[in-house]
């Protein structure tokens, strides 16, 4: 049972207009959560919203699992009133995870947007390796940029509107990057998590660089646990599931 | 007080009326890290074919209020497959397994109870309706009394396990298809399958779902459900099995009032995975309260008048 538990809202607080940090008090009999892997939250306790809703582990902290999300619709709506020190059931930690760089790999991590909540985790541990190229709209929607100083070897930004770091895409950057002329070619390997068109766009540049590339994905989910088929995306062997095989997925197996 | 909550589906006995909807639980293992599988009555696994089957494209599934929409199309690993990988896990727990299954014809609906019918650990099986027939212009087996008629008779020769027909509450009359499937042999009903719906999305103007229309579920088609089930039970006499919307026990109660002989208990487990349990400890506690001994003594109450 420790993988379905209830758990104490510790902190509930906003970083950004639309964006919350939510901290949760989880039992120690969870199993240790890693990189890219996924809860399922309750949002209410009644039945509209019906269903939990996924969230990535952004942090695991002494103060228990964070989690970043985005205020979106109904259930994110509710959520983001709720109080400290009020219960929620919580299913997790599921799905795959990040699989961690070789010693002589440097990693390329890609966040586009609320994607920073998936990958973020991952840079912490890799302390200090991690080349993050991290996008946004505008300098203000760079969620966490201070916190992920202190962990990436560096951070490469790029906003829609040119208000921080180079004015285009990551996928633009990331592209400009890897054609720099070096010799000899160093080993990397990218991690990926944003909108489809990003994760799309940089599969695409990991094969025509060769490097393997891990990409997170999202579909809509209902229960989390692999049961109910609802959350495919189409792989080389046909509809996979995102909660089970996922959402961690390596990029040459999406069929876009 | 001794409490006897074992109920009879046609030959087979359960030992409490507790079972899981197809296709919610997938094929009992997903849920076998957070409950006892051996506590449930039966275990009813997602809907097979005789091959494999894709499914749709997604987006598959669509929340609505007090409810979801889902457009699987069906995907399964095949009967094989089941056979070879599931079965022998599902064979390590006591409780009855009852395999959902499906055809895109008559002669592979009957090909389908064939080879399911001859594998140890398989108790019953469950026939889905809800799907269309290649063979008479893709209209749903499930709609047209002929046609449920024939499928339901071919089936019934083909098999010797309780035969379960799943009705599809997409009709004028559940009643008239109840009759129909028990006149063509059926042991048991199941009621109800989800209701067809659509939503359409203000931004882009178009179905949410990639399919266009999904199956309807959850606490929203509960009072239908209840409704059909109660139609059901004046007009046959084989044992009905309640499902639509069972979220609590007092949910899975009003079933077995409405006339009811077990429950199936469906989008709940994407809410609570232990909700089958729960509603299994909440009807135990009702009956003690209730100072109802024996479970068959709740079916069909609200008929009394
Ligand atoms: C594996 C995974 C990890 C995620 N991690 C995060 C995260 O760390 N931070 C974050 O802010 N968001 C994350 N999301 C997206 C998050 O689940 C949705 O934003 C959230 O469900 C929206 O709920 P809502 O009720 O506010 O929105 P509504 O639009 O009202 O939701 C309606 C329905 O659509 C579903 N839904 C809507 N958008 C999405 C979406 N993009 N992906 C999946 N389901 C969706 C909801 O779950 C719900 O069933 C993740 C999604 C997945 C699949
Ligand atoms: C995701 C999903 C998949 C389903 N798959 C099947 C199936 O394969 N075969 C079937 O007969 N019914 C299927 N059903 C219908 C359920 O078994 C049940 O009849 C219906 O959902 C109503 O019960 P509920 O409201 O408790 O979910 C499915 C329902 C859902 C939500
Ligand atoms: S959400 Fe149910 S199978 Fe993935």
Redesign the pocket.
């Known amino acids: 049972m420790s993988r379905y538990f209830k758990a104490e809202i510790r902190e509930n607080r906003p970083v950004h207009t639309v964006?919350n940090l939510l901290t949760l008090n989880v039992p120690l009999s969870m199993p240790e959560p890693r990189p890219g892997q996924?809860f399922m939250v309750e949002?209410n306790k009644g039945t509209d919203?019906l269903?939990k809703?996924?969230?990535?582990l952004?942090r695991k902290t002494a103060q228990g699992v964070q989690?970043?999300?985005?205020?979106?619709?109904?259930?994110?709506?509710i959520?983001k009133d709720m109080k400290e020190g009020s219960e929620i059931e919580v299913l997790g930690p599921l799905?795959t995870c990040y699989p961690l760089p070789s010693g002589d790999t440097i990693p390329l991590i890609i966040a586009g947007g609320?994607g920073i909540?998936?990958v973020f985790s991952l840079v912490e541990q890799l302390s200090g390796r991690a080349t993050v190229f991290y996008g946004a709209r505008t300098k203000n929607d760079l969620l966490m940029h201070k916190e992920l100083k202190g962990f990436a070897k560096e951070i490469l930004v790029s906003t829609d509107d040119g208000s921080a770091g180079q004015k285009g895409t990551i996928a633009d950057s990331l592209s400009a990057f890897l054609s720099r002329p070096q010799s000899p070619t160093p080993k990397y390997r990218i991690y990926a998590c944003g909108p489809h068109p990003l994760l799309k766009i940089v599969s695409e540049i990991a094969r025509e660089f060769k490097i393997s590339a891990n990409i997170?994905?999202?579909?809509?989910?209902?229960c989390g646990i692999g049961a109910c088929l609802g959350?495919v995306v189409r792989t080389r062997d046909g509809y996979t599931r995102?909660?089970k095989e996922?959402?961690v997925f390596e990029a040459r197996e999406i069929v876009w | 007080m001794t409490m006897d909550l074992s109920v009879r589906i046609g030959s087979l006995e359960l030992k409490n009326p507790v079972m899981t909807a197809s296709g919610t639980f997938g094929y009992g293992e997903e849920y076998a890290e957070f409950l006892d599988l051996s506590r449930l009555g039966a275990v009813v696994v997602k809907g097979l074919s005789l091959l494999p089957k894709e499914g749709n494209p997604p987006p598959r599934?669509?929340?609505t209020a007090s409810g979801?929409l889902n457009a699987i199309g069906l995907q399964n690993i095949g009967i094989q497959r089941f056979i070879d990988e599931k079965i022998p896990f599902l064979r390590t727990y006591d409780t009855k397994v009852i395999v959902n299954f499906f055809g895109d014809s008559i002669d592979e609906y009957v090909a389908a109870a064939e080879r399911l019918s001859s594998v140890e650990g398989i108790h019953g099986l469950e026939m889905n309706i809800s799907c269309p027939n290649k063979q008479a212009g893709w209209c749903i087996f499930g709609t047209d009394p002929r046609v449920t008629a024939q499928v339901v008779s071919a089936v019934r020769k083909a098999t010797p396990l309780p035969l379960i027909v799943k009705l599809s509450p997409n009709v004028t009359d559940i009643s008239l298809m109840a009759k129909v499937a028990e006149e063509a042999g059926a042991d048991a009903l199941s009621v109800i399958n989800t209701l067809t719906g659509m939503v359409i999305d203000i931004k882009t103007r178009k179905p949410k779902l990639a399919n266009r229309t999904g199956g309807l579920s959850g606490p929203a088609i509960k009072p239908v459900a209840v409704r059909m089930v109660y139609e059901v039970f004046k007009a046959v006499k084989v044992p009905v099995i309640g499902m639509g919307g069972i979220m609590h026990p007092d949910d899975a109660i009003e079933f077995l009032l409405a006339g009811a002989t077990a429950v199936a208990v469906g989008t709940a487990n994407f809410v609570n995975p232990r909700a089958t349990i729960d509603i299994l400890d909440g009807i135990m506690a009702y009956m003690k309260d209730e100072k109802v001994e024996d479970i068959n003594l709740l079916r069909g109450a609200a008929h009394a008048i």
């Open positions: 964006h996924f949002v919203p269903l809703r996924a969230f990535s952004f989690i970043l999300y985005r205020i979106r619709g109904k259930g994110t709506e959520l799905g609320i909540a998936s997170s994905m999202e579909e809509h989910m209902a959350c995102v909660c996922g959402p | 599934i669509v929340e979801m």
